[in-house]
């Protein structure tokens, strides 16, 4: 083990040095091979060479001092002293086990795991989405954004359609279960709707040309429907997005008493503040492709939470 740890420090020194080096006398040559092979446009702004240079600067010192804590043999120290002191600082103006209570616990129980991933999901794709439009600038349409928010919400209606034939016999009100099956129902229809229009209704892959009003007035000369209002867009996608993350901040801060199992089931929990977050964000950019990828991907963590909830039975008293 003693043998292991020191051949790791020596090779962490070595690549940090060859790091430090690269990015101090090569790394012009480098962000030029990136804008002849990699950049779309042939170019790389300032401020992005600048934040590069300064990630693999980091990087290269960070491989130096973890090389220096596995020659010394000082890594687990570290990292129990790390662990004490971020919880302490933490700690010491936030309230861990309230954090944890107010983003992961669930009335119901079998919910608690789908809610850490909805979590973290959230934060990973947020944060990796708009790092992509930092360094990479605005997708284009019909791009790998939009193919994968058109699969994500067909998968989405679906599950929304098995929710709707779930048969919720656990529940005693009629009323309840056939207002749940009818709004799972609206959901689904919703959805594929949505769906048809991100495919124009075929026209994606049958390829046929658009006749009539549609080529004449539609922006993008598809059979589809949003395509029309292409000049509101910019406006709707922020409009929607600041809209409902402060109607559900105000939902989760300030409860009207006990809710019943409808709201329980149907207003989405805390553990979706970050999506809505990045989503409130994303309305401002450009055409919409990473607002539009955002929104897909909370359809479908929705949809699994719906599915999930009737699945397990709810695991909520009923009022």
Not at 66 to 81: D, Q
Not at 89 to 95: G, L
Not at 159 to 175: E, G, Y
Request: glycine share 8%.
């Amino acid at each position: 083990m003693g043998i292991f740890l020191k051949v790791t420090g020596v090779s962490c020194l070595f690549i940090g040095s060859v790091i430090l080096v690269f990015s101090v006398l090569y790394f012009e040559g480098a962000v030029q091979f990136l804008e002849t092979n990699a950049s779309p446009d042939g170019q790389i702004n300032a401020i992005t060479k600048i934040i590069l240079q300064g990630s693999v600067f980091i990087f290269g010192l960070l491989c130096i001092f973890f090389g220096i804590l596995f020659l010394t043999n000082r890594l687990k120290s570290f990292v129990v002293l790390l662990q004490e002191k971020t919880y302490g600082c933490i700690a010491s103006f936030i309230d861990p086990a309230r954090v944890k209570r107010f983003f992961i616990y669930d009335d119901n129980k079998a919910l608690v795991n789908f809610n850490v991933v909805t979590l973290l999901a959230s934060a990973i794709v947020g944060f990796t989405l708009h790092l992509t439009f930092l360094f990479n600038g605005l997708p284009t349409y019909e791009g790998v954004y939009e193919d994968v928010s058109t699969s994500v919400l067909f998968l989405s209606s679906v599950l929304f359609f098995i929710s709707a034939l779930h048969n919720d016999q656990n529940m005693k009100s009629k009323a309840n279960r056939r207002l749940i099956k009818t709004v799972s129902l609206i959901f689904a229809f919703v959805i594929l709707v949505m769906v048809g229009e991100e495919l124009s209704w075929g026209q994606h892959f049958f390829k046929w040309k658009a006749e009539g009003i549609f080529k004449d007035y539609n922006y993008q000369q598809e059979t589809n429907l949003h395509n029309f209002i292409n000049p509101v867009l910019p406006l709707f996608y922020p409009f929607v997005g600041i809209t409902a993350f402060l109607a559900l901040m105000l939902a989760w801060f300030f409860p009207a008493g006990n809710k019943g199992v409808l709201q329980k089931l149907f207003i989405p929990p805390p553990s979706f503040l970050l999506l809505f977050f990045f989503l409130a964000c994303a309305g401002f950019y450009g055409p919409g492709e990473m607002f539009e990828a955002l929104l897909s991907m909370g359809i479908f963590l929705y949809s699994i939470r719906i599915f999930l909830s009737k699945k397990t039975g709810f695991g909520w008293n009923e009022t």
